[in-house]
């Protein structure tokens, strides 16, 4: 069993940055690949980014590709989501997720968490 909690997320302006944190809990963190989601008001959930389990492959969509950096620290069950250059086009609800595979499909995710709001203002 793996709990997430994410944090991080508040309010800022665009062209500002923000670093989201998702902690995750059981021995066996560094076996799950990590994503993050995101899901916009009125919007459908969306992939935003990816890393394996020892941190060495990542791989981004689109929208974020540039602008955002995913990271993970096993020695603290840590996965982060690094946001610059950010548009009010960002704001959402961020979700981390952990999946015994490497899938970027919302069905295939193990474990989720509970999500952390950010909002970029114009």
């Known amino acids: 069993q793996v709990q997430l909690v994410e944090s991080g997320g508040g309010l800022v302006q665009a062209g500002g940055s923000l670093r989201l944190s998702c902690a995750a809990s059981?021995?066996?963190?560094?076996?799950?690949?990590m994503d993050w989601f995101r899901q916009a008001p009125g919007k459908e959930r969306e992939f935003v980014a990816i890393?394996?389990?020892?941190?060495?492959?990542?791989y981004y969509a689109d929208s974020v590709k540039g602008r955002f950096t995913i990271s993970r620290d096993n020695a603290k069950n840590t996965v982060y989501l690094q946001m610059n250059s950010l548009k009010p086009e960002d704001t959402a609800v961020y979700y981390c997720?952990?999946?015994?595979?490497?899938?970027?499909?919302?069905?295939?995710?193990?474990?989720w968490g509970k999500g952390t709001l950010v909002t970029v203002s114009s």
């Open positions: 890393i394996s389990g020892s941190g060495g492959s990542t």
């Open positions: 059981g021995r066996t963190f560094s076996n799950y690949a």
């Open positions: 997720a952990a999946t015994w595979g490497s899938s970027t499909k919302e069905d295939d995710m193990d474990y």
